[in-house]
């Protein structure tokens, strides 16, 4: 079936960086853009940024720019997401979501950052 | 940017009522506005694409409509399971924003 399995849980220090994989399988991996989505404890869903999956071209939100780098592999069709500059404000869960025309029609189960000295 | 703002935040209600949930975007979108459902500890799941498509699986009490700016989701005859909290969402341009969300609660 069609599903993105993400890498377990991290832990970082302020200032370090943290590189999230996501693993898409069941469906032709280049035909469809992965967008990253994070989420605060108890906030709402923030949109990150998106990368094309066939052409490796991608899109940063403006607040996230020069501190994200979206990556992909299309020989095991894995997108990865890379933060650095790390910050408390940035421990959340980030999820990886299938876009569909930058519709969100699958979605990764997750992966709890925590910034913490 | 567009800034996209849901109302109400927060809703009470029971067991088969019927409740409406509206979202604006800060300029038009035309029919580019999704909505999402997302239970506590798991990822959002989507509900309704392009204003009023109802993806696949997702119950046919569930319903949109809208355009340009404003934007509604509709409950008809809640369901237990259908207690809580709902998203909207631009795909008309990037960066592709959310509502703030709106947390649908048991009365």
């Known amino acids: 079936q069609v599903q993105l399995v993400q890498s377990g849980a991290e832990v970082q220090k302020p200032g370090a960086a943290v590189k999230v994989s996501c693993k898409a399988s069941?469906?032709?991996?280049?035909?469809?853009?992965m967008h990253w989505v994070r989420q605060a404890p108890g906030q709402g869903l923030e949109w990150m940024g998106v990368?094309?999956?066939?052409?490796?071209?991608?899109i940063y939100a403006q607040k996230f720019q020069g501190r994200v780098t979206m990556t992909r592999d299309t020989s095991t069709s894995t997108v990865y997401m890379e933060l650095s500059s790390l910050r408390s404000e940035d421990t959340a869960l980030y999820y990886c979501?299938?876009?569909?025309?930058?519709?969100?029609?699958?979605w990764g189960q997750g992966t709890v950052v925590t910034v913490s000295s | 940017d567009i800034q996209m703002t849901q109302s109400p935040s927060s809703l009470s209600a029971s067991v088969g009522d019927r409740v409406t949930i509206t979202c604006r975007a800060s300029?038009?979108?035309?029919?580019?506005l999704n909505w999402y459902q997302q239970k506590p500890e798991k990822a959002p799941n989507l509900l309704i694409r392009?204003?009023?498509g109802l993806q696949s699986g997702v119950p046919s009490r569930f319903s949109g409509s809208g355009s340009g700016t404003e934007f509604t989701l509709t409950i008809r005859s809640l369901q237990s399971e259908d207690f809580a909290t709902y998203y909207c969402?631009?795909?008309?341009?990037?960066?592709?924003?959310f509502g703030q969300g709106t947390k649908l609660e048991i009365k």
């Open positions: 069941g469906y032709t991996f280049t035909n469809y853009y």
């Open positions: 990368i094309n999956s066939r052409a490796g071209s991608t």
């Open positions: 300029q038009s979108i035309g029919y580019f």
């Open positions: 969402q631009q795909s008309y341009s990037a960066p592709y924003t």
């Open positions: 979501a299938r876009g569909e025309e930058h519709v969100f029609d699958i």
């Open positions: 392009a204003a009023s």
